[in-house]
């Protein structure tokens, strides 16, 4: 134990040395930015440090940067602009179509009772992910740096709200996501080898926990590891994606409409039924905003970032609409909803002997958007702690691999928490109820914007309507299910982000610290071998 302390101190020092840093991974008060200029460390406010950069508008204008000073050349998450237009929409394309249309199908047609209207809600779906996301471009034009959200409520509210979105997105909307893919795995590699009755339940959890466990050593191992596996098992997700649409193509060509042909035939679904609908819609196309978490990375954003999100959500909305399609012309409504893994039924009837190809390829797909999920959430807590709004020790890294493992670890227990005591459907329900508070939270940042920056440049810029009408969607999005069908888990939800001020306040904004927080950090720091990300690539340079 002594060795490996003084291994770790004696790395920190000689790391300091060639790093602005007071040797506890703090940096100092003051740094200089990328272009030059100096700003106050750690200063936080409406705007942030005020700074000066080139117009990415390329008009080559000097204009003042809402960016936060995080991303200096020392930095463990300082990244080249590597991401082109195709990347771009790779990205989209890739992080959108998960488990969500191999789930959601069945749980959207039992809420709204309608072939019919399922169908106009999956367009709907894609529509409001489409004008939702364009919004999401101005703000990331105008605001170049990463943290999506994060950077948009700090531009316009200030760091209080900022706070309670990493709180929230940190502790329950990553987890939870984590929670519902490593399940859907679970549902459709269990039911492979079952297919007289349902899987057992417990099965089922206990091979997403397997999921969870084998997904975090991926990510805690290397880098270029969870990468490898995250592009194998894209290439995966599109084979799978491409049987459902070929399988339903023959099936249409042999004439099987009948389902297709009566698809308004049912029940009209109540106000909150709609709302609720659109859940389980959204959740299979959420990740329209994943492109602005790295905005830092884009080559050209005020160009690239808006071309990306007009060619990647109508493609995935056409996939979806093909896929829905698809499934019934190979089976009835009634199968669907009773199908617990809808595209495993869908191989049965369309593959025959090489029905084992469906569920080997959703199931691949969906470990491959878990992999995503995680490293993209290990990275959330990562910067959100090191902006001081989490605990120190989940922004250090580790000092061989490089790799944020507290964080991957912290939000793993999370999920596995959420798989041993939740649903699917009800996770489903909480994450897009929460999400959509955020969601219409920034389309109110970037109204506010308008009228106290009206003369910020904004190299693309959408009608105010786009995000005047998202955010009335969102209101109902989150006052629909309430009115229509009170739940306790929705005031649950409204506590927990509420209850983040409880923190914020002592932690954040006034800056106390309990004393054994450093005898935790240090013992932690020890036991996964991890340290300061300043330190960490001052040493490996």
């Keep these: 134990m002594r060795d ?29 930015t990328s272009n030059g200029s100096t700003c106050a ?8 440090p005020e700074t000066t950069e080139t117009d990415s508008s390329g008009t080559g204008g000097v204009r003042k940067s809402l960016e936060r000073n995080g991303s200096t050349t020392n930095d463990a998450i300082h990244l080249q602009r590597r991401v ?20 959601s199908p069945s749980g959207l047609l039992v809420r709204t009772g309608s072939v019919g209207v399922s169908f106009i809600i999956w367009l709907a779906c894609g529509l409001l ?49 984590m929670a519902i893919i490593c399940l859907s795995f679970a549902q459709y590699a269990v039911e492979a080898f079952v297919s007289e009755c349902d899987p057992p339940t417990s099965v089922v959890k206990m091979v997403a926990l397997l999921a969870i466990v084998m997904i975090l050593f991926v990510n805690c191992y290397s880098v270029n590891l969870g990468m490898a596996v995250q592009n194998i ?25 009948q389902h297709l042909s009566s698809a308004f035939n049912g029940s009209t679904p109540t106000f909150g039924a709609i709302a609720t609908a659109f859940y389980t819609g959204l959740w299979a196309y959420d990740g329209w905003n994943n492109l602005n978490y790295v905005t830092e990375e884009i080559k050209n954003p005020s160009k690239n970032l808006p071309r990306s999100i007009i060619i990647g959500i109508p493609l995935v909305t056409l996939c979806y609409t093909l896929i829905n399609i698809s499934y019934l012309a190979a089976m009835s409504p009634t199968e669907m909803i009773e199908s617990e893994a809808v595209a495993v039924t869908f191989g049965n009837r369309i593959l025959g002997v090489m029905a084992w190809l469906m569920p080997l390829s959703v199931t691949i797909s969906t470990f491959g958007s878990a992999n995503g999920t995680l490293f993209a959430a290990g990275r959330l807590c990562f910067a959100a702690s090191r902006e001081g709004h989490l605990l120190d020790i989940l922004s250090y890294v580790h000092v061989r691999r490089l790799t944020p493992a507290p964080g991957l670890i912290f939000h793993s227990l999370i999920a596995a928490a959420m798989v041993l005591y939740g649903t699917i459907d009800s996770l489903i329900d909480f994450f897009s109820f929460t999400a959509w508070i955020f969601y219409g939270g920034s389309m109110l940042a970037l109204i ?79 036991l996964l071998e991890v340290v300061p990300t300043s330190t960490t690539m001052a040493m490996f340079e």
């Design 41 to 48: 460390n750690g200063s936080f406010g409406a705007e942030g």
């Design 4 to 32: 490996k302390i003084s291994q770790l101190f004696c790395l920190q020092k000689n790391a300091c040395k060639n790093n602005s840093t007071d040797c506890r991974g703090q940096n100092v008060s003051s740094k200089v």
């Design 448 to 526: 506010v914007m308008r009228y106290t920056k009206p003369n910020y440049p904004r190299p693309y810029k959408v009608p105010i309507i786009i995000p005047i009408v998202v955010l009335v969607i969102s209101l109902y999005l989150v006052v629909a299910p309430i009115i229509d069908t009170p739940r306790i888990e929705y005031l649950y939800a409204c506590l927990f982000i509420l209850a983040g001020l409880v923190f914020y306040i002592p932690f954040v904004k006034m800056g106390m610290t309990p004393r054994f927080m450093n005898k935790v950090t240090l013992f932690l720091q020890l």
């Design 84 to 103: 082109g237009l195709f990347s771009g929409v790779a990205l989209i394309v890739g992080t959108m179509i998960g488990s969500g249309i191999f789930v």
């Design 129 to 177: 992910s489409l004008l939702g996301a364009l919004a999401y471009a101005e703000l990331g034009t105008m605001n170049t740096s990463s943290g999506a959200e994060w950077a948009y409520f700090m531009d316009a509210f200030g760091p209080a709200p900022a706070f309670l979105f990493s709180w929230v997105s940190t502790l329950v909307l990553k987890p939870s996501q």
């Design 233 to 257: 098992f894209t290439a995966a997700k599109l084979v799978s994606v491409l049987i459902v649409i070929c399988g339903g193509a023959w099936k249409l060509i042999q004439g099987n409409t």
